[in-house]
């Protein structure tokens, strides 16, 4: 069996200022064992990027939670994948389900974007993941087969790529997915992922599972054997739940 290095990102969606910033990183680096058995990367908003990349210890790496497709131009409000290389950022969340709702993100607009990322050299975290609904009328495998289908079409993968499978029902609710059902809906990622970039590529592939991971549930997530870390959200902002959470990650 292909060994896949773990690996524990946190979200922090639209929260904390520059000291609350500043605060986390103290807190994490100082209790952060020095070589960890996971990767770490930490996705803050634009605004705490470039100081994030100087506070953090190396082993943690930075990522963003979106970018535009251009390079550079008059597209007011974007941020490019060229400029987030320039300032050291190393990963890219995209097509995360709160940017679907309320943005417009389309499997389409994700495809431009996974694509500029690579080009860049930036590791995308391509989410994917069914709404309640469709979860309810049994689509889910359709959805999430669709979502990455429609998003890598065209794009030859190669490198380090990442895939988050994250039910929408259960980001922010508290209501996690269990860990059965999204070993199994993971497996069938990793399947069609096999279809499209080969099985090799898949079974190299690393792919998180997000919506309320929390320290007393991750344990249960890492025992199944397709899941290869988590995306976490809201128990990322404290910086003592998300050490306990990559702890158990690299456990
Ligand atoms: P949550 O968010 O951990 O707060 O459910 C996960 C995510 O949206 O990535």
């Known amino acids: 069996m292909t060994h896949r290095r773990p690996l524990a990102a946190a979200n922090w969606k639209m929260n904390k200022t520059l000291a609350e910033c500043a605060s986390f990183f103290e807190t994490l ?5 020095k070589s960890t058995a996971c990767d770490v990367v930490v996705c803050p908003p634009f605004t705490l990027l470039e100081r994030s990349v100087s506070l953090a210890r190396n082993q943690v790496a930075l990522g963003a939670q979106d970018l535009f497709w251009e390079a550079q131009g ?14 050291g950022c190393k990963y890219v969340i ?23 990322a690579l080009k860049q050299s930036l590791v995308p975290i391509l989410c994917v993941g069914e709404t309640l609904q469709e979860m309810e009328s049994g689509r889910t495998k359709q959805v ?20 988050a499978y ?3 029902w259960a980001i922010g609710t508290g209501k996690s997915d269990t860990p059965e059902q999204s070993n199994q809906t993971i497996g069938f990622v ?18 998180l599972y997000g919506g309320s991971v929390k320290p007393d549930n991750i344990k249960a997530f890492m025992a199944q054997p397709e899941i290869d870390g988590g995306l976490v959200g809201g128990a990322s902002l404290d910086p003592h739940s998300f050490l306990s959470i990559v702890e158990a990650i690299g456990a």
């Open 29 to 33: 680096n100082a209790k952060l064992p």
């Open 74 to 87: 008059a597209y007011t409000g974007e941020i490019s994948g060229m400029m987030l290389r320039d300032i």
């Open 94 to 116: 995209i097509g995360h389900s709160e940017r679907r709702q309320h943005f417009g993100e389309t499997n389409q607009s994700v495809n431009k974007k996974v694509s500029a």
């Open 144 to 163: 999430v087969q669709t979502q990455l289908e429609e998003g890598l079409k065209g794009i030859s993968l190669q490198g380090d790529f990442v895939l």
């Open 166 to 168: 994250e039910p929408v």
């Open 190 to 207: 990793r399947t069609v992922l096999a279809k499209a970039a080969g099985q090799e590529f898949a079974a190299r592939t690393r792919i």
